[in-house]
């Protein structure tokens, strides 16, 4: 059984940065798309970054340039370095794995993924 946890949110002000982790466990499968989710309050949930087996990485726009992706296969963990944070930020982040396929052009679709993490809340003030 595929888990997911992430760690590594908090509260920061704005221009700061933080670190998430995504530890996984029972992963079996070589091809994936794996990657970031966020929902801010009254927010649908939006794609913000992903990275697949071919080490393809993928960023919404709004994120471009301020967070990268990456991933520790030793580790079983991936990663979201987060920098200049914005209180536009704020949301609650959730990892997400897709399995068995590489990521596409539609990875901003969270119907794809078939296993979630819980969740950590990232909040940014201004």
């Known amino acids: 059984q595929v888990q997911l946890v992430e760690s590594g949110g908090g509260s920061v002000q704005s221009g700061g940065s933080l670190r998430l982790s995504c530890a996984a466990s029972?992963?079996?499968?070589?091809?994936?798309?794996m990657g970031w989710f966020r929902q801010g309050p009254g927010k649908e949930r939006e794609g913000v970054a992903v990275l697949d087996n071919f080490s393809r990485t993928l960023y919404a726009d709004s994120v471009k340039g301020r967070f990268t992706i990456s991933q520790d296969n030793a580790k079983n963990t991936l990663y979201l370095q987060m920098n200049s944070l914005k209180p536009e930020d704020t949301a609650m982040y959730y990892c997400a794995d897709n399995p068995l396929q590489p990521c596409s052009g539609s990875w901003g679709q969270a119907w794809k993924y078939d296993y979630w993490g819980q969740g950590t809340q990232v909040t940014v003030s201004s």
């Open positions: 029972g992963r079996t499968y070589s091809s994936y798309c």
